[in-house]
């Protein structure tokens, strides 16, 4: 996947929000202005679903104004045909993947709603820890900037394991269990295909249960340029850019290697 040297930017603020994070809230809001240059878009808006209210609270928002994300939550949410089917994909989905830009056109969500900000072109992208849902990402364009294609899809699908880790870690107070629990063998796995150290194995595992750097320290009883001694050596061995990139290999690796071994 190719980046231009403003997204590799962008997605390295992201990861090192992530790993310095302590507040869920204050990430979703910080996180803003990096997702909208990754992605090239104008405006972001994030929120929570609350099952026990049935409403999307705790909004963030960059390019957004108040005013519209409250008649969003008063009003244009009853007929806001994209939000709820996005949601129920549980992955990054355009816009156009549930409803054609041509029917979308004739809303009045659209006409009322979207185009008063002059937005034309939508992404989302919703974060579960099992049937919870942590928070979401809500990021459109303008019309002349042309719709989202499947390297910008696949960007968002890059950080969600970490993204949803970090979240379950902020909003539940505690150290993240591993993402793929079913895998006990997992840091056995990552040395034996990825010839990664017994150390670096542990890292990288920790790394993909989202875990910032100052906790896969405490959690290995070591000191941080040590934890970054090891994640220097993992980005080069896995070929991997940042933190991101790394979550998705290791947890491409574990997956396809833990069913390879149960069906054998």
């Known amino acids: 996947m190719y980046l ?35 992605l090239g878009a104008d405006t972001y808006v994030s929120m929570v679903w609350d099952p026990a209210t049935e409403r999307f609270e705790r909004p963030a928002a960059q390019n957004m104004p108040a005013c519209q994300l409250r008649a969003w939550d008063e009003y244009y949410r009853f007929v806001d045909p994209l939000t709820f089917a996005m949601m129920k994909r549980r992955r990054p989905t355009v816009a156009t993947q549930v409803l054609a830009q041509n029917d979308l056109n004739r809303t009045e969500f659209f006409n009322d709603f979207l185009q008063v900000e002059r937005l034309h072109w939508g992404i989302n992208i919703y974060f579960f820890s099992e049937e919870r849902c942590l928070g979401d990402f809500r990021i459109w364009r303008r019309r002349e900037r042309g719709n989202f294609d499947a390297a910008e899809i696949e ?46 194995a542990d890292v990288a595992w920790l790394v993909a249960c989202g875990c910032p750097d100052k906790q896969i320290a405490q ?13 220097a050596n993992i980005f080069r061995k896995l070929r991997a ?11 491409t690796l574990v997956e396809s290697r833990h069913h390879a071994g149960l069906s054998a």
């Open 241 to 251: 850019d940042n933190r991101a990139s790394v979550a998705a290999r290791v947890q």
């Open 4 to 38: 231009s040297s403003n997204q590799s930017r962008a997605l390295g603020q992201a990861m090192h929000l992530m790993a310095e994070a302590d507040d869920a809230d204050t990430l979703r809001e910080a996180l803003g202005i990096p997702l909208l240059d990754l």
């Open 155 to 200: 960007v968002l699908r890059m950080l969600e394991p970490s993204l949803t880790a970090t979240l379950d870690r902020l909003n539940s107070g505690q150290a993240p269990k591993p993402r793929f629990e079913s895998v006990p063998d997992a840091p056995a796995l990552l040395r034996q295909h990825a010839r990664l150290s017994p150390r670096e």
């Open 219 to 231: 959690r290995l009883n070591v000191g941080l340029p040590t934890v970054r001694f090891h994640l």
